[in-house]
């Protein structure tokens, strides 16, 4: 099998709840990448890259399709089969910018489980899960609305749960209480600051809420800071942001810095990687959120099926970015109930791209 054509697609994603805001960022909509790999033998794979925003990671959309234009012309002839050879050339084609290489990774694995006539959970490890645990995003608003969004979400059978903090610390503290506050017994909250605290701001905010039941997720930028905080609360602690290579992930299990890891796929550069990531974490002991920076139903089936393929024993919760979208981008994305996704059991990753919403390629490069 060889590559013999890849375009590249943007399209924009907006919020069914008009914004979704995080420590300082707030946005309506996000930009997203999908691509799509033919063969000449007829069999093709998708890949999606969506960033969150430009100044979340150092990872932006435009860079996303800028980067895969200068990839693609590289990838034309080879076999997407050989996953290993792949990731080798296009790490050979650009240097660093994982999230690029994630779409592109991605599409692969779509077209492998195609071609074996395999879903792609049963390639990364077999099905370990039925079904895949969901926490839902609070989005940072005052108090009081994130407590009304809180019992809604909790109506809706979501049993986990991830509030945005990381503005202002004296607010943030005011967020917890009252989030807390209407969180029921067995339910699972973290308080997710995406680096925007402080240092001391963040000893501050752990310290005010000792007595809350909650995970305290990245509160700050570095990984020493975060090690720092860690020190000085007996929260449940997750780190994020900076969990970007396995040597960052080998350090924080020897500094004992954290309780849980998030696995972001695009962030670690795509299945690949974000496996053998997850298998490391395993065999250590540490278990994971696995989900990826954003995107549709492309890159939340790629999550689901990593997650299926997880001992659910590591396995502390997924995304399903598709669910916050007012924009259907494929279909046969995971199927969501009860708090819970499963991912399609068809070959590959069990979605169809929608051309009529996708558009015309903003690229095409091949034969």
Same mark, same amino acid.
């Given at each position: 099998?060889?590559? !013999?054509? #890849?375009?590249?697609?943007?399209?924009?994603?907006?919020?069914?709840?008009?914004? =979704?805001?995080?420590?300082?960022?707030?946005?309506?909509?996000?930009?997203? !990448?999908?691509?799509?790999?033919?063969?000449?033998?007829?069999?093709?794979?998708?890949?999606?890259?969506?960033?969150?925003?430009?100044?979340?990671?150092?990872?932006?959309?435009?860079?996303?399709?800028?980067?895969?234009?200068?990839?693609?012309?590289?990838?034309? /002839?080879?076999?997407?089969?050989?996953?290993?050879?792949?990731?080798? !050339?296009?790490?050979?084609?650009?240097?660093?910018?994982?999230?690029?290489?994630?779409?592109?990774?991605?599409?692969?694995?779509?077209?492998?489980?195609?071609?074996?006539? $395999?879903?792609? =959970?049963?390639?990364?490890?077999?099905?370990?899960?039925?079904?895949?645990?969901?926490?839902?995003?609070?989005?940072?608003?005052?108090?009081?609305?994130?407590?009304?969004?809180?019992?809604?979400? $909790?109506?809706?059978?979501?049993?986990?749960?991830?509030?945005?903090?990381?503005?202002?610390?004296?607010?943030?503290?005011?967020? #917890?209480?009252?989030?807390?506050?209407?969180?029921?017994?067995?339910?699972?909250?973290?308080?997710?600051?995406?680096?925007?605290?402080? $240092?001391?701001?963040?000893?501050?905010?752990?310290?005010?809420?000792?007595?809350?039941?909650?995970?305290?997720?990245?509160?700050?930028?570095?990984?020493?800071?975060?090690?720092?905080?860690?020190?000085?609360?007996?929260?449940?602690?997750?780190?994020?942001?900076?969990?970007?290579?396995?040597?960052?992930?080998?350090?924080?299990? $020897?500094?004992?810095?954290?309780?849980?890891?998030?696995?972001?796929?695009?962030?670690?550069?795509?299945?690949?990687?974000?496996?053998?990531?997850?298998?490391?974490?395993?065999?250590?002991?540490? !278990?994971?959120?696995?989900?990826?920076?954003?995107?549709?139903?492309?890159?939340?089936?790629?999550?689901?099926?990593?997650?299926?393929?997880?001992?659910?024993?590591?396995?502390?919760?997924?995304?399903?970015?598709?669910?916050?979208?007012?924009?259907?981008?494929?279909?046969?994305?995971?199927?969501?109930?009860?708090?819970?996704?499963?991912?399609?059991?068809?070959?590959?990753?069990?979605?169809?791209?929608?051309?009529?919403?996708?558009?015309?390629?903003?690229?095409?490069? /091949?034969?």
């Amino acid at each position: 099998m060889e590559i !013999t054509r #890849i375009a590249i697609h943007q399209v924009d994603l907006p919020l069914k709840e008009g914004a =979704y805001s995080w420590s300082t960022q707030s946005f309506a909509a996000f930009d997203s !990448t999908v691509l799509i790999i033919e063969t000449d033998s007829g069999l093709t794979g998708v890949g999606e890259i969506c960033p969150l925003g430009p100044s979340y990671l150092p990872a932006y959309a435009e860079g996303a399709r800028v980067g895969l234009a200068q990839i693609a012309q590289g990838l034309i /002839g080879e076999d997407p089969l050989q996953i290993g050879r792949i990731n080798q !050339t296009m790490d050979a084609l650009l240097k660093g910018h994982p999230y690029v290489k994630s779409a592109i990774d991605m599409a692969c694995w779509d077209l492998l489980g195609k071609a074996t006539g $395999q879903p792609v =959970y049963n390639l990364l490890g077999g099905l370990l899960q039925e079904e895949v645990t969901l926490f839902k995003v609070i989005s940072r608003q005052d108090p009081a609305a994130m407590a009304g969004k809180l019992a809604d979400y $909790q109506q809706q059978g979501f049993r986990q749960f991830q509030m945005k903090v990381g503005a202002d610390a004296g607010e943030d503290i005011e967020r #917890i209480l009252a989030v807390s506050e209407v969180l029921q017994a067995g339910n699972v909250l973290a308080a997710d600051a995406n680096t925007g605290w402080k $240092q001391h701001e963040a000893i501050r905010v752990v310290k005010a809420v000792r007595d809350v039941d909650i995970y305290i997720e990245q509160p700050c930028l570095s990984y020493e800071e975060c090690l720092a905080v860690r020190r000085h609360t007996d929260h449940p602690f997750i780190l994020d942001e900076c969990m970007d290579d396995p040597r960052v992930l080998m350090r924080g299990f $020897q500094d004992s810095a954290m309780d849980v890891v998030n696995l972001k796929v695009s962030r670690v550069g795509g299945l690949t990687r974000a496996r053998q990531f997850r298998d490391l974490c395993a065999t250590l002991g540490i !278990t994971m959120t696995i989900e990826d920076t954003w995107g549709g139903e492309i890159a939340t089936a790629a999550i689901a099926h990593l997650a299926h393929s997880t001992p659910q024993g590591f396995h502390f919760q997924s995304s399903a970015f598709h669910e916050y979208h007012s924009v259907q981008i494929a279909d046969g994305g995971p199927v969501i109930k009860d708090g819970y996704m499963v991912a399609s059991s068809a070959p590959g990753l069990g979605v169809t791209p929608d051309i009529a919403v996708l558009g015309k390629p903003v690229a095409v490069i /091949g034969r």
